[in-house]
């Protein structure tokens, strides 16, 4: 048996940050730029020093290592833009590191977001074989799989459908049961495995038990889940602005990752607008420390609103939105027979809900200030106010309950 599965030493990731000119952004800017191109070298021969973009490097990861021994379950964790998912993409040869090196010892397969891996034009039954193929298999090797696969996905009825037409969950399912069954030595699962029902979750959990206690076989696992990341792993690294911070006990990261009292953009804050109603300011107090939120716990938003003359029957409303796009939940103050301004002026508008019962995974919100339904629309922000839930009690994660929209969460609202 080799010393490692997986080796990382000094691993970097650099990406450029193009900044443009404040002035120069615009549509009108960007249409001149293409115009003027063809005249570069006049321009430049009369304006020998153009504002041009600057570019900044980001290092997304820094001087990362670490060694995972064969058969050995490690949890990945850390907050938002910590640098977790670019360096899954480095460890299932997606991307390549900008310094350092990874050696990798066996077949891996990957879940890192839906469809990964899958044609979408092909039926579920030939992206099975597709990724079989990838993964070095023979065909009698994959047929010998293949009922086991499609009972596990529970799939059948689509088996023969492109999977472009598959909804998320059921693409999630399949992708899932081709990786943890076609007998990679390495298995990777980023927190995708949120998009499935409880049911569903509860099964690829115990699935990843079996892949790694049983069959002997390594497992990476990213996931805001404490109880699954407890129960499944021997050890946890916890990354922080793109390097190690610790890696041991689980217990001991977790403990290191709840108490990180680092400045997070949980705040939405704009200069306020004298010519018409706005929202100049939103934030989001989680029940953790940072933009952490223990699901079934207290969650609040407070709003800051500008309206410049009185306008009695303002609309505030605001959608959350989870990792894929999905709005999971809505509020709004006009169905509620909240006054957010009855009088122009400043007004500070607080939607405080007791238990906000959220599937583990990173949310952010999509506010909108109008005025009656049918009336002027005035401002609408989108993706403001990131924040994370996890989920820390094993009760509770056995209890999860799949997302939907809905506006039968309780809610109260205060104004000032």
Not at 17 to 28: A, S
Not at 156 to 181: I, Q
Not at 241 to 257: I, R
Not at 282 to 287: H, I, K, P
Request: aromatic letters at 8%; one cysteine or more.
């Amino acid at each position: 048996m080799t010393d490692f599965a997986i080796q990382a030493e000094g691993v970097g990731k650099r990406y450029p940050l193009h900044h443009q000119h404040p002035h120069h952004n615009g549509l009108r800017h960007v249409l001149e730029a293409k115009i003027t191109g063809a005249f570069r070298g006049f321009r430049a021969k009369h304006d020998p020093a153009p504002d041009r973009p600057s570019v900044e490097d980001f290092w997304a990861l820094r001087n990362v290592s670490f060694d995972i021994k064969p058969g050995e379950v490690v949890g990945i964790i850390g907050r938002n833009g910590a640098g977790k998912s670019t360096l899954l993409k480095i460890l299932s040869r997606i991307t390549e590191p900008t310094e350092g090196r990874v050696q990798i010892k066996g077949r891996v397969a990957s879940l890192l977001e839906v469809g990964t891996g899958f044609h979408p034009e092909l039926t579920g039954r030939e992206n099975i074989y597709l990724n079989g193929t990838i993964l070095g298999m023979t065909r009698k090797e994959i047929n010998r799989k293949f009922d086991e696969i499609i009972a596990f996905a529970e799939t059948e009825m689509f088996l023969d459908t492109p999977v472009k037409h598959h909804s998320s969950g059921m693409y999630v399912r399949l992708a899932f049961a081709v990786a943890a069954h076609l007998e990679p030595e390495i298995l990777i699962v980023d927190e995708v495995l949120a998009v499935g029902d409880a049911q569903f979750q509860k099964k690829c959990l115990g699935k990843m038990e079996d892949v790694s206690k049983r069959e002997g076989r390594t497992v990476l696992f990213v996931s805001h889940n404490m109880a699954a990341i407890a129960a499944l792993t021997n050890r946890a690294i916890l990354l922080r602005k793109g390097g190690v911070q610790y890696s041991g006990s689980p217990k001991e990261a977790f403990d290191l990752y709840m108490t990180d009292d680092t400045p997070t953009e949980e705040t939405y804050a704009a200069p306020p607008n004298s010519e018409k109603p706005n929202i100049t300011r939103v934030e989001v107090e989680t029940s953790q420390a940072g933009h952490t939120h223990e699901s079934g716990q207290p969650w609040s938003a407070r709003f800051e609103l500008h309206f410049p003359y009185a306008l009695p029957k303002a609309s505030l409303s605001f959608q959350i939105f989870n990792q894929f796009q999905t709005a999971v939940l809505k509020f709004d103050s006009y169905d509620q027979d909240v006054p957010v301004s009855a009088s122009g002026g400043r007004s500070v508008v607080t939607c405080t809900i007791p238990h906000l019962d959220l599937n583990v995974g990173s949310y952010t919100l999509k506010a909108r200030l109008a005025g009656p339904p049918g009336g002027l629309h005035y401002e609408t922000l989108d993706s403001i106010c990131p924040f994370t839930v996890v989920i820390l009690d094993r009760v509770a994660a056995d209890g999860w309950k799949p997302e939907a929209c809905s506006y039968l969460v309780d809610a109260s609202w205060n104004v000032k």
